[in-house]
């Protein structure tokens, strides 16, 4: 069974960065790709970055220009950093890890990490 764990949110004033971190029970290479997602109360879960094995990246309108998914080789992690953090980028932020096999989708989830954006 794969796990994915997240760490790094926490309470951060407007403007302020906040990074992310996403760790898999192997090695993050073997994905089709990893992204994170955020869900805010009474909202749809919803898109934040994505990277695939290919390297395609993807961002949600939201976030871009402020937001940057990377891959931390040496940690086996992927990264979420986030700058200029708004308000409204408050919610909590989950980790997954996608691949496919024989046809099958394979989803996995983190327990999610809040992130709190106020003065």
């Known amino acids: 069974q794969v796990q994915v764990v997240e760490s790094g949110g926490g309470l951060v004033q407007p403007g302020g960065s906040l990074r992310l971190s996403c760790a898999a029970s192997r090695s993050i290479f073997t994905f089709d790709a990893m992204g994170w997602y955020r869900q805010a109360p009474g909202n749809q879960r919803e898109l934040v970055a994505g990277i695939s094995s290919d390297d395609d990246i993807k961002y949600g309108d939201s976030v871009k220009g402020r937001f940057t998914i990377s891959r931390d080789s040496a940690n086996n992690t992927v990264v979420l950093q986030m700058n200029s953090l708004k308000p409204e980028d408050t919610a909590v932020y989950y980790c997954?890890?996608?691949?496919?096999?024989?046809?099958?989708?394979?989803?996995?989830w983190g327990q999610g990490t809040q992130v709190t954006v106020s003065s």
């Open positions: 997954n890890a996608y691949y496919m096999v024989d046809g099958t989708d394979f989803d996995y």
